[in-house]
């Protein structure tokens, strides 16, 4: 099936199966939250040289839920001086944007599920990865109202981090993608995905790859970009004042970030659901491949959170603007020349 | 289905902008300002202008109201906004609200000529349908066509006036002290492997390199 078509699946399928769809994608981002959370404690607890939770369940295993027990059941309270309606606002704000982002990531090609031609994927958007800056750029709004609304200073300086981090950033990330668009000549990312058959763009677009993860890093306020956060300087940022199901949420929200993040580096670099060497499975483990190399990114998420320190906020300034964007803009630059001249 | 949602955004729509002019802390203008742009957005998607949509909600939502929200949420908060100033300015801040009324009125009448010039027309059209291939309308492909062959020179205009805006915003910031001394010392050919501010413990505790 060629490109252009692809693109229009979205459009002529049944509206149950859309329906349908949204329901499996929000269940399996739903179910994948926990187990990220298990797997980033339990491998912070090795790099630390200590074993991370191991009382509930088997190996620590139900911790997660535990933990989300605990919160769900916790008392809602918020700050005298907050602004109820935007501080109860802000996390449905975040969750929300989250769950919109990861809709676009392909799971797999159209699959033929009992004779309905069904694409393993939410919506493949025309737009493709304007569509997830779009909710990035919303998503915003959920760190900021969520900080300004706290009405406390350590609230207010992490949500303000949070906006210069965000808008530094942000531009790097959309170059990075520019090189990927130039050599596919798609924005659609299942088109993206079918353009790397023959060579991932990790390989051709190691720089673009490099600059998107790190943007990543920071577009998704984790270490060593937390400063948002910041636990030794601001208490907890911009969530300092929230408590409960309202914590959960900003928790939940972070860590589909991440996910969304591990996904679309997956679809634009890491070649979707393509297997290396030619191998060409069935249909039914085009998610696995996904999920797997998912993981491998979430992995390194991880990793690095264990590994290095936290930036200086000046340095995280300087590094996004004069290291990182300069950098993105110069790929961008070779990689159109680049193609440009080969075709 | 399309008619709810263009319900709802139009109520969007129209709640936002006048929640910008009535609000009286600038916060929340601006804040309903961001609602305003959002809504918009969702009745370009209705109008299958999926780019215009996009571009709507990353440069006004995700990067200018991101700015005003910056700025606003800085230096304002203050009780006594534009509206209590005016009002208490005498003579000048009546001449002002005349002068207001009437502009606005001009502008009133001008959007109305060109609504009901171009809207009645169109109010009972369906709206560009989709269609494969790479020349549909409101795709990026086809806009990007659009920008560099028929819209060419507008283009590289516009971009040409806003670099130029970029380059005064910086001029003039420079001038009021916005940018310290230290960024106008030239670069040590020493320093070039590591610029500066990007992180010495000498920095850190504000002695630069001797």
Redesign the interface.
């Known amino acids: 099936m060629s490109v252009g078509l692809m693109s229009l699946v979205g459009y002529y399928e049944p509206v149950w199966i859309q329906i349908l769809k949204a329901l499996v994608i929000f269940a399996v981002a739903l179910q994948l939250v926990p187990v990220v959370l298990i797997a980033e404690r339990k491998l912070l607890g090795r790099f630390q040289g200590r074993y991370g939770p191991n009382r509930v369940g088997p190996y620590g295993a139900l911790q997660p839920m535990a933990d989300i027990l605990k919160l769900l059941t916790k008392e809602q309270f918020r700050p005298t001086t907050s602004v109820g309606l935007l501080f109860a606002l802000a996390p449905v704000i975040s969750i929300l944007t989250a769950v919109a982002a990861f809709a676009i990531i392909p799971f797999g090609d159209v699959q033929d599920i009992f004779g309905t031609k069904v694409g393993l994927y939410g919506v493949d958007v025309s737009i493709g990865p304007l569509y997830l800056f779009a909710f990035g750029a919303v998503a915003f709004y959920g760190i900021m109202l969520g900080g300004w609304s706290s009405g406390s200073k350590y609230s207010f300086l992490g949500a303000m981090r949070g906006a210069a981090q965000l808008i530094s950033y942000e531009v790097s990330q959309g170059l990075a993608l520019l090189g990927v668009i130039f050599t596919a000549q798609t924005l659609s990312l299942t088109g993206i995905v079918h353009a790397q058959a023959g060579m991932w763009y990790i390989v051709p677009q190691f720089v673009g790859f490099l600059i998107f993860l790190v943007a990543g890093f920071a577009e998704t306020n984790r270490a060593p970009f937390d400063l948002t956060e910041a636990d030794a300087e601001l208490v907890g940022g911009y969530n300092t004042e929230f408590g409960g199901g309202r914590f959960a949420s900003y928790y939940f929200a972070e860590y589909l970030n991440v996910l969304v993040v591990a996904g679309v580096v997956t679809t634009v670099f890491l070649g979707g659901w393509l297997l290396p060497f030619g191998i060409d499975p069935p249909g039914w483990v085009d998610p696995i491949v996904v999920l797997f190399k998912m993981s491998l990114i979430t992995f390194l998420f991880i990793w690095v959170r264990a590994t290095l320190p936290r930036l200086r906020y000046d340095q995280l300034m300087s590094f996004g603007w004069k290291v990182l964007l300069p950098l993105a803009t110069l790929n961008a630059l070779a990689t159109a020349v680049l193609v440009v001249v080969t075709h | 289905m399309s008619a709810v949602l263009f319900f709802i955004a139009a109520t969007g729509v129209i709640t936002g902008a006048t929640g910008v002019v009535v609000l009286r802390d600038a ?1 929340y203008s601006v ?1 309903s300002l ?1 609602v305003h742009l ?1 809504s918009l ?1 969702v009745l370009f998607l209705l109008l299958r202008a ?2 215009v ?3 709507q ?2 440069v006004y ?3 200018v109201m ?2 005003y ?2 700025v606003v ?2 230096v304002g908060g203050e009780a006594d906004s534009l509206g209590e100033r005016l009002r208490g300015a005498g003579p000048i801040g009546s001449g002002l609200r005349r002068a207001g009324a009437i502009i606005g009125g001009a502008l009133l009448v001008e959007l109305l000529i060109a609504l009901l010039g171009t809207g009645l027309e169109a109010i009972e059209g369906k709206g560009a349908g ?1 269609s ?3 020349r ?1 309308f409101g ?3 086809y806009i990007g066509n659009l920008l560099l062959t028929r819209f060419l020179l507008t283009f590289e205009i516009a971009s040409f006036l806003l670099l130029i805006a970029a380059v005064g915003g910086v001029v003039l910031a420079r001038r009021r002290g916005g940018i310290g001394e230290e960024a106008e010392d030239a670069m040590r050919p020493l320093e070039l492997p590591r ?1 500066p ?3 010495t413990m000498a920095e ?1 505790v504000g002695r630069s390199v001797p």
């Open positions: 916060f804040l961001v959002i957005s999926e780019f949509a996009a571009v909600v990353v939502a995700g990067a991101v700015l929200v910056f949420a800085y989709y494969p291939g790479p549909t795709t990026p492909a610029p501010g990007t992180g850190g």
